[in-house]
């Protein structure tokens, strides 16, 4: 079955204990994406990638590292966390140059961060 | 900047109600255009897109969007919504030659039973 996998679902963790969100798709996507969705500001974008070891900032990148060693694996690091990173976060990943049926995003289900 | 505008925030109705949630968005060239919904407590699910053609768009469970380019609008509509279209309604733009999506800030629905 074509899909995004990410792990944890769940994760409370400390102020500053370095976690890492992994993510992972299995449609041979060249574009992944991390994504967090908090109340009234719908998705914001964190980091993309649009192939192996080609990152780049989203909209809202501070206090997060990714990596892109593997086409399949996108992985959200945080380094230090900070209860202002306790949110919702979605990875997802797409065809670049898909058009009509093939193309969209495929998200995974979710990791719901809460940092105290 | 592109950018994608979901007029409510906030839509309650009641059963059997038609719906339209309103999109528009800020692009002066060729857009593709996506409606995605958030169950509760689920992620994103693609509910329909427009690349090209007929500007009527149909998708899953009875929904459909229309494109009007001279308005710069893809609206969702639903002729008698249910009680499990409860949802996080979220319409996305990307341009041609521009694989980001644009994501409108959603509109969540309540359908009161």
């Known amino acids: 079955e074509a899909q995004v996998t990410q792990n944890p679902r769940y994760l409370i963790t400390v102020t500053g204990k370095k976690l890492t969100v992994t993510c992972s798709q299995n449609?041979?996507?060249?574009?992944m994406s991390w994504y967090r969705q908090d109340p009234g500001l719908g998705l914001r974008q964190i980091y993309y990638?649009?192939?192996?070891?080609?990152?780049d900032k989203g909209d809202v990148p501070e206090g997060y590292k990714v990596s892109r060693k593997e086409k399949r694996n996108f992985p959200l690091i945080l380094e230090s966390p900070s209860p202002n990173q306790t949110s919702l976060y979605f990875c997802?990943?797409?065809?670049?140059f898909g058009t009509g049926d093939n193309y969209g995003y495929t998200f995974g289900s979710g990791t719901r961060l809460t940092v105290v | 900047a592109q950018s994608v505008s979901q007029h409510n925030h906030h839509v309650i109705l009641s059963e059997a109600a038609s719906l339209e949630l309103g999109c528009n968005y800020s692009?002066?060239?060729?857009?593709?255009l996506f409606w995605y919904v958030q169950y509760p407590g689920q992620h994103l699910q693609l509910l329909l897109k427009?690349?090209?053609?007929d500007p009527l768009v149909k998708g899953i469970k009875g929904f459909e969007a229309e494109f009007i380019k001279s308005k710069f609008s893809f609206n969702l509509r639903k002729p008698s919504v249910q009680w499990s279209d409860t949802a996080e309604y979220f319409c996305?733009?990307?341009?041609?030659?521009?694989?980001?999506?644009?994501w409108g800030a959603g509109t969540k629905l309540i359908i009161k039973p």
């Open positions: 997802a990943s797409s065809l670049i």
């Open positions: 449609m041979n996507h060249e574009y």
């Open positions: 990638s649009m192939n192996v070891e080609v990152t």
């Open positions: 692009y002066g060239g060729t857009v593709n």
């Open positions: 427009y690349f090209s053609g």
């Open positions: 996305a733009v990307n341009a041609n030659s521009n694989y980001q999506l644009i």
